[in-house]
């Protein structure tokens, strides 16, 4: 059985896709819920497997459905959303000097401090040129590379290389990963310090992501990710350099206010 389209009309794979994804934006198809098997859908749809199987491969690229062994294809689950803002500096230096604990990560209500943990590693390595630069140091100045993946609720929301120049925390708390998650996140390191931050360019970047990301993330085919660079000052010094926030795009609003008064 094939499905040839007659000129003009377009392809029936496509049109099976039409239903199916209309089904699940309109919730008759809920997130999480198995779709119906292939040979259903071909009953339905008078259309071979082969037809059916494009369909979904169609929709697996859009981020709509996941397909697993032993499983099969189910609409993508709605995960946790963080809501990304620059008052959310502002707000983390204001907690560290309360003593109230939090950090821009757990800031949304939706992500008390309870539910937030992280995988991290921590190496001392020489700056490569990229990083380097954002700082404005020298190549090869030793840094302290921390690589974290944060989860909530169980779910990995972000990965992150953040660095310090090694003379900076060298011997103290802040150089400690067990220390980690640390109240405050760097602003509460850097207010332990004796720095106080006074303020962080960000440059944000979409794209698709890399297989570690997909793997570590577990992001959905057809998703893109968000990336910040970022660089945290105090007065004109950068303290702190992020070198790759990566963060799935199903999973962040970015919620900025500019005061232009």
């Given at each position: 059985?094939?499905?040839?389209?007659?000129?003009?009309?377009?392809p029936r794979y496509a049109r099976v896709a039409d239903e199916l994804r209309r089904r699940i934006m309109s919730g008759a198809i809920p997130p999480g819920s198995i779709l119906p098997s292939e040979s259903a859908l071909m009953s339905e749809f008078g259309v071979a497997r082969g037809t059916v199987r494009e369909a979904f491969g169609l929709l697996r690229s859009e981020g709509l459905i996941v397909t697993e062994m032993g499983r099969g294809s189910?609409?993508?689950?709605?995960?946790?959303?963080?809501?990304?803002?620059?008052?959310?500096y502002r707000r983390e230096l204001e907690q560290v000097r309360t003593g109230e604990l939090g950090t821009s990560f757990t800031a949304d209500?939706?992500?008390p401090w309870a539910e937030y943990t992280l995988d991290r590693e921590f190496r001392e390595v020489p700056a490569d040129r990229a990083t380097a630069e954002l700082?404005?140091?020298?190549?090869?100045?030793?840094?302290?590379?921390?690589r974290f993946v944060f989860r909530s609720h169980g779910v990995p929301q972000q990965m992150s290389t953040s660095c310090l120049l090694l003379d900076m925390v060298a011997g103290t708390p802040v150089a400690d990963p067990d220390r980690?998650?640390?109240?405050?996140?760097?602003?509460?390191?850097?207010?332990?310090?004796?720095?106080?931050?006074?303020?962080?360019?960000?440059?944000?970047?979409?794209?698709?992501?890399?297989?570690?990301?997909?793997?570590?993330?577990?992001?959905?085919?057809?998703?893109?990710?968000?990336?910040?660079?970022r660089q945290t000052y105090a007065g004109d010094r950068v303290v702190e350099v992020a070198t790759d926030i990566v963060i799935p795009a199903d999973r962040v609003e970015l919620d900025y206010w500019i005061d232009l008064s």
């Amino acid at each position: 059985m094939t499905d040839v389209p007659t000129p003009h009309e377009r392809p029936r794979y496509a049109r099976v896709a039409d239903e199916l994804r209309r089904r699940i934006m309109s919730g008759a198809i809920p997130p999480g819920s198995i779709l119906p098997s292939e040979s259903a859908l071909m009953s339905e749809f008078g259309v071979a497997r082969g037809t059916v199987r494009e369909a979904f491969g169609l929709l697996r690229s859009e981020g709509l459905i996941v397909t697993e062994m032993g499983r099969g294809s189910y609409a993508r689950p709605v995960l946790p959303v963080r809501r990304l803002g620059s008052a959310r500096y502002r707000r983390e230096l204001e907690q560290v000097r309360t003593g109230e604990l939090g950090t821009s990560f757990t800031a949304d209500r939706s992500m008390p401090w309870a539910e937030y943990t992280l995988d991290r590693e921590f190496r001392e390595v020489p700056a490569d040129r990229a990083t380097a630069e954002l700082f404005g140091v020298d190549p090869g100045t030793v840094i302290l590379e921390r690589r974290f993946v944060f989860r909530s609720h169980g779910v990995p929301q972000q990965m992150s290389t953040s660095c310090l120049l090694l003379d900076m925390v060298a011997g103290t708390p802040v150089a400690d990963p067990d220390r980690e998650p640390w109240p405050g996140g760097n602003t509460g390191q850097l207010y332990s310090l004796g720095i106080t931050i006074t303020g962080v360019r960000e440059m944000v970047r979409a794209r698709m992501p890399l297989r570690d990301e997909i793997e570590t993330l577990k992001i959905p085919g057809g998703v893109p990710v968000v990336t910040i660079t970022r660089q945290t000052y105090a007065g004109d010094r950068v303290v702190e350099v992020a070198t790759d926030i990566v963060i799935p795009a199903d999973r962040v609003e970015l919620d900025y206010w500019i005061d232009l008064s």
